[in-house]
């Protein structure tokens, strides 16, 4: 690696750490830790939300599954932006509302039983570890290539920096670290759509005619069937990312952070300009690096083309450029484990330890301890399984944990905020079906096994679809709706409660 591109990791990691460390110095109570004390404003909070769901599957697996598989590539683009008009429409301004820290507090704003905030803590829990295993292996696969280190000790560098962020500075720090990133990707992401332009002679229709000569796909590449050449698969996967976004936990965290449910609301506007106008340029960084850096160098740097962006800066803006778009992608990648880490610690040690275990009997300075104990927990254990999913395409990844967020999570805050017979029943029957259902048919999927060996195990997968949300999603809400249904009568009251809580913000 040159020295300048050196002196970029640097400069951004030195960055970061400051950030912390003003953050730490205001992190003393259990809100500033994870909700930054409702002190953003909505454009802060909409560029942070951005800055978390602009990941290392959004920036590398995009970026290589448009530039290896063409128009199938960019399934997940057109997914992943409409998903936020769930979230604005139906999700956000309730949320606000009737939550506190954790999606398990807006749940049990109408069902206040142990056992319902136990089995969202581990939905939370979940999802947060299949999403933190993407973010490790796309930081893995960079810091590889660009440093000539092992794979295992690019990994565990990433995990001790991101654990590093969430201990002393909390989701202050997270929020900032997520914005400076966010800015950052959006110049990085311009700057090499621009010299792609430029190479077309600033002409749409011609990038899209000399592309197809450039790939072995040939006039495939710009129509569907190249990689999804199953149409039940490719609506399967696109409903997991559509509906998914409105169940991740580390997004929905973010709607604490604001005062009210109005800055909610501009902050999801923000974030959805911000992360359309990211996707729309995605097209770019795919057919560009097909043009200019090739499929066959796309996939020896990483078989699953999460390479196909810092090699195309390579090639159309020499070292310099590579450097900057890397330690880019390396500020995406802390940022956004951050706040997974942060999530996943916040379900453990508010829900269950501090609602479950101690059951409300906690002081701040125990919960803090126990969130910090939890983060170093979630973030060994994300690192472990990273270390044996080297191959996988982080796009990929990261779609499974939109299918169980839409599976086990989504079911259940729609019919919790609309559905007024809903009960504890049916909340439990719908949470615990729609991840159990999620997990099992991934276990038995092609992703898992593969007669010729290129998946994790050898052998013939028992369910077809290498996404399972299209059974699954329709399990959750199933579920909730038979559990409830054949259950004692739901509280009307305490809907007609929360439906007011979850419509005005009054308490």
């Not at 930054?36 to 599954?65: E, V």
């Not at 960019?74 to 139906?90: M, Q, T």
């Not at 359309?276 to 699953?304: E, M, P, R």
């Not at 399990?475 to 559990?483: K, L, N, P, R, S």
Request: proline share 2%; glycine share 10%; net charge positive.
């Amino acid at each position: 690696m040159s020295a300048v591109g050196l002196l970029f990791f640097v400069a951004i990691v030195g960055l970061t750490l400051f950030v912390t460390y003003l953050a730490s110095k205001r992190t003393n109570s259990a809100s500033e830790f994870y909700t930054a004390g409702g002190g953003l404003t909505g454009w802060q909070n909409g560029i942070a939300i951005a800055g978390d769901y602009l990941s290392a599957a959004s920036f590398l697996g995009i970026a290589g599954a448009i530039a290896l598989n063409g128009f199938d590539g960019f399934f997940y683009s057109i997914g992943y932006l409409v998903a936020y008009l769930v979230v604005l429409y139906i999700v956000a301004e309730p949320l606000r509302n009737l939550g506190k820290y954790t999606l398990a507090d807006m749940i049990t704003a109408r069902f206040n039983q142990q056992k319902i905030r136990g089995a969202a803590a581990v939905s939370t829990l979940t999802i947060v570890l299949f999403y933190m295993i993407a973010q490790l292996v796309g930081a893995g696969a960079l810091i590889q290539l660009l440093l000539g280190i092992d794979y295992w000790i690019a990994v565990l560098l990433v995990g001790i920096m991101m654990t590093t962020y969430v201990l002393w500075g909390g989701m202050a720090a997270t929020s900032w670290v997520q914005i400076i990133k966010a800015v950052l990707l959006m110049i990085g992401t311009i700057i090499i759509s621009f010299l792609v332009l430029m190479k077309f002679d600033f002409n749409i229709l011609k990038m899209f005619s000399d592309v197809k000569t450039a790939t072995p796909a040939g006039d495939a590449f710009l129509s569907p069937g190249v990689k999804y050449t199953n149409g039940i698969d490719t609506m399967s996967m696109m409903i997991a990312l559509v509906f998914g976004t409105a169940g991740l936990p580390h997004i929905l965290m973010r709607f604490f952070t604001v005062k009210d449910a109005k800055t909610a609301r501009s902050s999801v506007v923000y974030a959805t300009w911000i992360v359309g106008i990211f996707y729309i340029l995605t097209i770019f960084l795919g057919f560009g690096a097909a043009a200019f850096v090739g499929s066959s160098d796309i996939i020896a740097a990483n078989a699953a083309g999460n390479m196909a962006a810092p090699l195309l800066a390579q090639a159309l803006g020499g070292d310099l450029l590579m450097s900057f778009v890397s330690a880019v992608a390396f500020a995406t990648i802390l940022a956004v484990v951050a706040g997974l880490v942060l999530s996943g610690a916040s379900a453990f040690a508010h829900d269950i330890y501090g609602q479950i275990i101690k059951k409300g009997n906690v002081t701040e300075k125990e919960q803090m301890k126990a969130a910090r104990f939890a983060s170093i927990g979630v973030s060994l254990i994300s690192i472990i399984l990273a270390l044996g999913a080297q191959s996988m395409n982080v796009a990929f990844l990261v779609s499974l944990a939109f299918c169980i967020a839409a599976s086990a999570n989504l079911p259940v805050i729609i019919y919790t905020i609309y559905w007024k017979r809903f009960n504890t029943t049916g909340a439990l029957a719908a949470m615990l079906t729609g991840l159990f259902t999620a997990l099992i048919l991934v276990a038995l999927s092609p992703n898992i096994w593969s007669p010729e060996g290129t998946a994790i195990l050898t052998g013939t997968a028992l369910f077809p679809l290498t996404n399972p949300a299209i059974v699954s999603v329709p399990a959750g809400f199933i579920a909730g709706y038979v559990g409830s249904v054949l259950s004692a009568k739901a509280d009307e009251r305490k809907y007609a409660e929360v439906a007011v809580k979850a419509n005005t913000g009054l308490k």
